[in-house]
């Protein structure tokens, strides 16, 4: 892929998380406030497997 083609398809996905962002800043925040809880989740499976793995 060339490097105008990914310096556009990144300015489009900026834009366009801006555009929810600023559109729908309830759904946003409850969207972000899921993904961040699913990485709490995973990042807690992966202790709790190397816990139990080593002790």
């Given at each position: 892929?060339?490097?105008?083609?990914?310096?556009?398809?990144i300015?489009?996905?900026?834009?366009?998380v801006?555009f929810?962002?600023?559109?729908?800043?309830?759904?946003?925040?409850?969207?972000?406030?899921?993904?961040?809880?699913?990485?709490?989740?995973?990042?807690?499976?992966?202790?709790t497997?190397?816990?139990?793995l080593?002790?």
């Open positions: 892929m060339s490097s105008g083609v990914k310096k556009i398809l300015v489009g996905v900026v834009a366009l801006l929810f962002l600023i559109t729908q800043p309830h759904q946003s925040a409850d969207f972000v406030h899921r993904v961040l809880g699913w990485l709490k989740d995973g990042a807690e499976a992966i202790v497997f190397f816990r139990t080593f002790s």
